[in-house]
């Protein structure tokens, strides 16, 4: 059963200070509508998809950024070994050699068919957030949760994709008792923005640990 209406909106303020922060953020991704932070932004979500802490994804992604392979013509012409490798400091080791191979394959298909920029396959799909999907899925290994965490990420700066509460976020609304339903859950939040309420869902959908943490603040704060 969900909360009362106002109870649900305590409980997402304290969510929200608590652990409201992107996970580009957590990975020192400024994040613009430029294309070195889209195309690290769509990185850290191919990382992210894998079944992979995401305390490891967000380590791997600033490794490959120290290593030098910040865009995707640095990622391309790294050798297969120096992203291995990066991807090795950043503990990113159970899908290495395969991301690894992926990561040149999707970097050579930015650069070949978008030139490198995001914002031309932003512009290839018109505003329609279907067509982001489906193109963003042309990648090599990023599927329909890549997908998602890619465009609930940079939702703040392509707007036409917000609000993008993905089936993750939903699923952490659900754990606080609040309402699985997008429209009742932004309602809820007031003017929390989207992306930074999704990502500290989707923390709670992955660790069960942070119902008790909010709760405990709820009641804290009640006094």
Request: hydrophobic fraction near 40%; proline fraction near 5%.
């Amino acid at each position: 059963m969900d909360r009362d209406p106002r109870d649900a909106r305590d409980v997402l303020r304290e969510l929200v200070a608590a652990h409201g922060r992107t996970y580009a953020e957590e990975a020192g991704i400024r994040l613009a509508d430029t294309p070195q932070p889209l195309y690290q932004s769509l990185v850290l979500a191919h990382l992210l998809s894998a079944r992979i802490r995401g305390s490891v994804a967000v380590a791997t992604a600033r490794a490959l950024r120290e290593a030098g392979l910040r865009d995707p013509a640095r990622m391309a012409g790294a050798s297969w070994q120096e992203r291995v490798d990066a991807l090795g400091r950043g503990g990113y080791r159970r899908y290495d050699e395969r991301t690894a191979t992926q990561l040149g394959e999707e970097a050579e298909l930015l650069t070949d068919r978008w030139g490198g920029d995001l914002r031309r396959l932003r512009a290839e799909a018109g505003g329609d957030v279907s067509a982001l999907r489906r193109l963003l899925q042309e990648f090599p290994g990023v599927g329909p949760t890549g997908a998602g965490i890619f465009l609930r990420e940079v939702q703040r700066v392509w707007p036409e994709a917000a609000p993008y509460l993905d089936r993750k976020a939903l699923q952490g609304a659900g754990r606080l008792g609040l309402p699985e339903d997008p429209g009742r859950l932004l309602a809820a939040a007031g003017r929390t923005e989207p992306a930074v309420l999704a990502a500290a869902l989707v923390r709670v959908s992955l660790d069960k640990n942070l119902v008790r943490d909010v709760t405990g603040r709820v009641r804290e704060r009640a006094g």
